[in-house]
C-alpha cells in the first residue's frame, strides 16, 4: 500500500509539472500575473516559495470567526508528508508543502494541506495574533507571516 501511495504521489507531481506555472500557483481568483511571475524568476532558476497573507473579513471578524485568504507562490499546497507519504515526497518538482497555523501563545498548531481560505471559528472579543508558517513536506518552515486580528 505504501508503495501504492508513492507511485501515485510521483504521477501527481509529474502531471503537475506538466501544467504551466501559472497553474501550479492558482489559488482560485489569485492567479499569479504573468508579469510578476517572470519577475520571480532568477537566472538559475525560479525564486524560493513565498506566502502572501490578504487581510482577514472584518464581516466574519465580528462574529468571532477567521476567514483568511492566502496565496502561495513557487510551491503546491497540498496535504503530503513525509512521515507519511515517504521522504521521497521532499523530492518532488514542483515543491510540495503545506501551512503550519497557530493562534496566540498557543504551544499547538494545525496543518493546513489546501489552497482553500484558513477558516475557523470562534475567537472571543480582543486582540489575537495568528502566525502562519509556509513549510515543505517534510515540515521545515520557509516563510513565516504573522497578523493581528481584532474581534470586536
Known amino acids: 500500500m505504501k508503495m501504492n501511495v508513492r507511485c501515485l504521489a510521483v504521477s501527481f507531481a509529474a502531471g503537475l509539472s506538466a501544467m504551466s506555472p501559472v497553474h501550479a500557483v492558482d489559488h482560485g481568483s489569485h492567479a499569479a ?8 524568476h532568477k537566472a538559475g ?5 513565498r506566502l502572501i497573507l490578504d487581510a482577514p473579513r472584518a464581516d466574519f471578524l465580528k462574529k468571532g470567526y477567521v476567514f483568511l485568504p ?3 507562490e513557487n510551491m ?3 496535504p503530503m508528508y ?6 521521497e515526497i521532499t523530492r ?3 515543491t510540495i508543502g503545506h501551512l503550519h ?12 494541506g489546501q ?3 484558513i477558516y475557523f471559528s470562534t475567537l472571543p472579543a480582543g486582540v489575537h495574533h495568528m502566525t502562519v508558517e509556509l513549510a515543505d513536506a517534510a515540515h521545515n518552515v520557509i516563510d513565516t507571516q504573522t497578523i493581528e486580528l481584532r474581534v470586536p
Open 70 to 72: 492566502f496565496r502561495v
Open 115 to 117: 489552497t482553500d481560505p
Open 76 to 78: 503546491t499546497i497540498l
Open 33 to 40: 500575473a504573468p508579469a510578476k511571475e517572470a519577475a520571480s
Open 92 to 94: 518532488l518538482k514542483p
Open 45 to 49: 532558476g525560479v525564486s524560493a516559495p
Open 101 to 112: 497555523v497557530k493562534v496566540d501563545d498557543n504551544a499547538w498548531s494545525w496543518i493546513h
Open 82 to 87: 513525509a512521515e507519511i507519504h515517504g521522504e
